[in-house]
């Protein structure tokens, strides 16, 4: 399983915790296994479509998704996966 690490603006959807182990051999397959366990963090970090939010970034291993196979991109259970809402702010 991969470890997630939570933002704190996210904590209060998954009670309160910093981290997660969490099964997927993908991306996609995280996401799905952590929305599945808390169905509040969905439209947080999914379009309507399935799709990644554009205010949500995802790392593997310090890598943006984004720049590698986006919801495709494979996952070994050793990784971290890091998930970084967009913040407004100036």
């Known amino acids: 399983m991969s470890t997630v690490f939570i933002p704190s603006v996210l904590r209060a959807n998954v009670g309160g915790v ?3 182990e969490i099964g997927g051999d993908s991306i996609r397959g995280v996401v799905d296994a952590l929305v599945a366990q808390h169905p509040a963090l969905k439209t947080q970090l999914l379009t309507d479509d399935g799709e990644l939010n554009r205010f949500v970034n995802v790392y593997v291993n310090g890598q943006d998704v984004r720049y590698l ?3 495709d991109t ?3 259970p ?3 996966v ?3 809402p967009a913040m407004a702010g100036g």
Do not use: F, N, T
Request: aromatic share 0%; net charge neutral.
């Open 82 to 84: 890091r998930l970084l």
């Open 78 to 80: 050793a990784d971290e």
């Open 69 to 71: 196979a986006g919801l």
């Open 18 to 20: 910093k981290s997660l």
């Open 74 to 76: 494979p996952v070994a």
